[in-house]
Every structure is written in C-alpha cells, then in structure tokens.
C-alpha cells in the first residue's frame, strides 16, 4: 500500500515537473493584457501601447493595454499582483514602482515576493530646469542662490514619492541645501507653474520639456542622470557641475505576477528584447528621448531583478537621510 503511494506521490511530482513546460509551449493562446498604472497619453502608456502592437505581431495574438491610474501605481500593481500567473496579464512599471514603499505604509501587495521581473525596456533622460527669472545659470550659482537665501525657492514634482519628488530631495540632500517641494497631479500642472513663475525648480523628462527651452519658457541648468545629452553636448550633468555621484532617471520595466513559469517569463523577454533592438523602435524611443535597456546590465530577469532591489534600497536611504516617514 505504501509502495502505492509512493509510486503515485513520485507521478504526480513528475507531472508538476513537466506541467509549466507543456503550459508555455501552448502560450500564448488568448489575449494578453498589459497594465498601464498610468493614464492615457503619458510616457508609460505610450510605450506600453508600442509594446502591446510589436508584442502582439510577434506571438501571434492580440495584446491589448488596460490604464488603471492611481496610488503612484498602487492600483495597477494590486491588480497585477492578483492575477492569475500565467502570463495573461503583464504590467509596465516604473519608478513610482520602488519609491512607494518609502512613502506609502498600506501597500496592499509586496513588492519584490509579489511580482515576476520579465524585461527591462527603457529609460529616459531627466533634466534639471528653472525658470527664467531664476538668477542662476548653472548647478554651482544654483547652490550659491539656495544657501544665501534658504527656504526661498521650490522645486515643483509630479507628486509625493514620485521620480521628480526624490529628485529633488537627492538635489538638496547632496547640496546641504534648503529647497522645498511642491506636489502636484501629474507632471504637466507642475511644468505649467513653473513657466508661470510659482515654483522655481523642477527635475524632470527632457522630452516633456524640450519645446519649453527651445521658446525660453525655462532655463535648463543641468543634465539629471550620468551622461550628458546628445541634443546639448555642452549642457553638463549634475554630477559633473557640482554634485559628484547624483544620477537620475525615469525607467520602464515589464513585470508578470510572481509565480509566473520560468519559461514563459523567458519568452516574454526574448521577445522583448527582439523588440528593443529593432532600427523602428531605437527611432521612436530616441524621437521620444528614450534610450532602450543595456542586455549587458538588465537584459535578463536575474538583472532586472537585482536592479529593482537596488533601487528600492537606494530610494529608502535617500528617504530616511531625508527624515520621509511612510504615511
């Protein structure tokens, strides 16, 4: 009786061995859905909506994007995070992705057990601008006018524990200087008071302000991450003018629900991936101020992975050095 049992015990592990296997090579077999944690027009909904087009070509089945705004990606996250694993329903995250656990205390979901790095995709370039009535020219006059007169000037974000809030938080943390900040809902209210002269500073996507430093709307200071622009060679970053290690930038990731088989998760990067390096989409991502994922550095999961985990690390001590306490 029990060598009965053993032999069905040892069956059954066989079959769950074999199962995952079987399953991804009938994958995909109905329609893919890919979260957008943002709304309609923004930058994550725009490349969630290539993906989902080049995506669907390449797999031979329909890839559609869901926007499901709010929480700075809570919602969409949550949704995600209880889903079925089975590689029916990805989303597109970003930065809003790892700051939240230092600035939210009810997260409904964990962060790294609860979901599945698949791929990251791209990343684009942040700026530091100012507006024109603002007397400094560059990053050293920038921290000169900060400390002569503290508490005088603002940096307007796209909302609390956003990409553009921590910016400026790092901004004044490395400077040892008092510059506030200003929340707003989304990145377009908070561009709009700075050309009208209600906030001083912003940190944010060179492609959303670029017609406003090409008209004189704002006056751009200084690269944000570790590499200067193409489009303004002689614009130096944050670090070289001033504030040696400060590196920042927006970045694009597709994730799965955890539990998601391995060999799904592999062909969905593949198949990512394939897409990054195509001439069309390296056009439209630099267009756009994009720049696709180095395979070297986060083209696998693994990397992507470790990736995550670091920038939740770095987020939480930018936050704690801050005193920013979890509401």
Avoid: C
């Amino acid at each position: 009786m029990k060598r009965r049992e053993s032999l069905a015990a040892i069956a059954a592990l066989a079959v769950m061995a074999i199962a995952p296997a079987s399953y991804a090579q009938d994958y995909p077999n109905k329609l893919i859905r890919i979260i957008s944690p943002y709304g309609p027009g923004g930058g994550n909904d725009t490349i969630s909506r290539l993906l989902a087009t080049r995506l669907g070509a390449a797999l031979n089945q329909r890839v559609i994007v869901d926007n499901k705004p709010g929480g700075n990606t809570i919602i969409g996250n949550d949704i995600l995070a209880k889903s079925p694993p089975d590689g029916y329903t990805l989303i597109l995250n970003g930065n809003g992705f790892v700051t939240n656990p230092s600035f939210y205390v009810k997260i409904p979901f964990d962060t790294v057990k609860d979901f599945a790095p698949v791929a990251f995709v791209a990343s684009t370039q942040l700026v530091l601008v100012a507006n024109p009535a603002v007397p400094a020219n560059n990053v050293r006059e920038l921290i000169a006018l900060a400390k002569a007169k503290p508490g005088t000037l603002n940096f307007g974000n796209s909302g609390q524990g956003g990409p553009e809030h921590l910016a400026g938080v790092m901004f004044g943390q490395m400077a040892g200087v008092e510059i506030g900040s200003v929340p707003y809902k989304g990145a377009a209210a908070a561009l709009a008071d700075l050309i009208g002269g209600h906030v001083q500073l912003m940190v944010t996507a060179l492609a959303a302000v670029q017609p406003h430093i090409q008209t004189g709307q704002v006056k751009l200071i200084a690269m944000a991450n570790n590499a200067r622009s193409p489009r303004y060679p002689n614009v130096p970053t944050i670090a070289e003018a001033g504030l040696p290690g400060f590196d920042t930038s927006l970045w694009y990731g597709m994730m799965a629900p955890a539990g998601t088989p391995e060999p799904i998760v592999r062909r969905l990067n593949q198949e990512i991936n394939r897409i990054l390096r195509d001439k069309e989409v390296q056009e439209i991502f630099a267009s756009r101020g994009l720049s696709p994922g180095d395979e070297a550095v986060v083209g696998t999961p693994e990397l992507f992975g470790a990736f995550i985990r670091s920038e939740i690390a770095n987020v939480a001590r930018v936050a704690r050095a801050a005193g920013i306490k979890p509401e």
